[in-house]
């Protein structure tokens, strides 16, 4: 009975650590289509935050920003329609801890413009318009730097596709915590039981 629940054990730990790792890095965003329910919370290393152009899908014009402790730097760049893969944009040096929120305005002709947040409460439509996870250099092919991928969803609910790739970069000195990954805590529960219900075999 010992050897059943140390099999059973074994196999939950393997669940548990597959759905907790399964979306770990993975690049472009893995559920196209859907709204991201991912949360994040940004926050400055210390020193010069610098974002590095990764690519884009987008049609319209957009450029990249910054909110620090919800206040616009004001810097805005990596156009689009301009940048190449590693240009990069120094936001300067920001405080350890600072709260950041990344932003993707868009400009359609010249006066149509939206603006997402990576942040859902700051977006007109309440969804997350961000996909993030940690970046190893060379993931992206060309791009060597490590860092705090965010890549957007450019249109509001009702016009999105959903696929967070319209514009991606590279943050460097940032700090990001995104939520968990669905699933991963009732498998949590469900080990936790089962080590409980060992011990007390045991005991």
Same mark, same amino acid.
């Given at each position: 009975?010992?050897?059943? /629940? ?35 919370? #940004? ?7 610098? @974002?590095?152009? @990764? ?35 120094? #936001? ?58 965010? =890549? ?7 016009? =999105? ?25 009732? /498998?949590?529960? =469900? /080990? ?7 011990? /007390?075999?045991?005991?």
């Amino acid at each position: 009975m010992k050897f059943g /629940l140390r099999v059973l054990m074994g196999s939950v730990f393997a669940a548990a650590l597959s759905a907790s790792t399964a979306n770990a890095g993975t690049i472009p965003y893995p559920n196209a289509g859907t709204v991201n329910s991912a949360t994040y919370n #940004f926050t400055a290393n210390g020193g010069d935050v610098t @974002a590095y152009f @990764a690519g884009a899908s987008a049609g319209y014009t957009e450029v990249v920003g910054l909110l620090v402790n919800g206040v616009d730097t004001g810097i805005y760049g990596l156009n689009n329609q301009t940048s190449n893969l590693g240009d990069s944009l120094d #936001f300067g040096v920001q405080a350890a801890g600072a709260q950041l929120t990344f932003v993707d305005k868009i400009i359609a002709g010249s006066s149509d413009i939206w603006y997402s947040y990576s942040s859902p409460i700051a977006n007109s439509d309440g969804i997350q318009h961000a996909y993030s996870t940690s970046y190893a250099s060379g993931q992206i092919p060309g791009l060597n730097v490590n860092g705090t991928y965010v =890549a957007f969803e450019d249109l509001p609910l009702g016009q =999105a596709d959903l696929d967070y790739n319209d514009v991606q970069f590279v943050f460097t000195n940032v700090a990001g915590a995104p939520g968990p990954v669905p699933g991963t805590g009732v /498998l949590g529960l =469900a /080990l936790l039981a089962l080590y409980g219900a060992f011990r /007390l075999r045991r005991a």
